[in-house]
């Protein structure tokens, strides 16, 4: 709750895993649990969140509802779809009564609870924040054949992450609207025409994409436990 106002989270974990390299990133094994059991964890413990609903594959339904039992947060578990937005609308049909939507990529396991409500803090004045850190590598734009068309200015970019925290009628607004296809859902809500406010990430906040981050994410675990 915020300001007696109901807080659902959708963690969207219904993607292929291509670039894993036939590892299932999901369910793979990170100091001690499973990368979906570190996600939902969070939520779980965040005071602010109400209900989660967790969003998988088809072949892994059975197993998620199996480990996800023992949260008592978790009101849905349900299949996703083709592209990464039909399956955090999948998420969002389930959490109805909530003012506010957390939406979060399983394939992150790093994220804090401080990350969660910093985003809610953000979205109670604009209405929609995404989380983001300012890149660190230089950005270059490129033309179909590799040359370099430009050299983007650093200052004012940023590679933007998840948690994103909309309020529901912005994100249902936008969601009927969206035709093509998106990466995150503030593309989705710019596109809507509504502004959206970057909050600060964390660099820890890593996305699992490949083995390497897989093997990354145990690192950084292990020096969280100190
Ligand atoms: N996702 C999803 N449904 C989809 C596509 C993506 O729920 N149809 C989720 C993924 O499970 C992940 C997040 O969206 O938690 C970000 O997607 P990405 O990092 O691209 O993961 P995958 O699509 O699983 O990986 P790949 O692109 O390598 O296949
Ligand atoms: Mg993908």
């Not at 049909?93 to 957390?102: A, D, E, F, T």
Request: aromatic letters at 6%.
């Amino acid at each position: 709750m915020i300001n007696n106002q109901k807080v659902g989270a959708v963690i969207v974990a219904a993607g292929s895993g291509e670039r894993m390299g036939g590892v299932d990133k999901m369910l793979a094994p990170l100091g001690g649990r499973t990368v979906l059991a570190w996600v939902v964890g969070v939520f779980q413990e965040c005071p602010a969140i109400d209900e989660i609903a967790v969003v998988l594959g088809e072949h892994n339904i059975e197993a998620g509802q199996r480990l996800l039992a023992g949260f008592s947060k978790v009101i849905a578990v349900c299949r996703g779809g083709e592209r990464r937005q039909d399956s955090v609308l999948a998420g969002i049909n389930h959490l109805g009564g909530c003012r506010w939507l957390v939406i979060h990529d399983g394939a992150r396991p790093l994220l804090t609870a401080d990350l969660i409500t910093d985003g809610l803090a953000a979205a109670a004045e604009s209405g929609a924040a995404a989380c983001a850190v300012p890149v660190t590598d230089t950005i270059k734009l490129a033309g179909d054949d590799d040359y370099v068309r430009e050299t983007l200015s650093r200052k004012r970019l940023w590679a933007v992450q998840t948690p994103q925290v909309f309020r529901s009628d912005i994100i249902t607004v936008a969601y009927r609207q969206a035709q093509a296809e998106f990466t995150d859902d503030a593309s989705l809500v710019e596109k809507a025409g509504y502004r959206v406010k970057l909050y600060k990430g964390s660099y820890g906040n890593i996305k699992i994409t490949t083995p390497a981050h897989l093997a990354l994410a145990g690192v950084l675990l292990g020096e969280r436990g100190g």
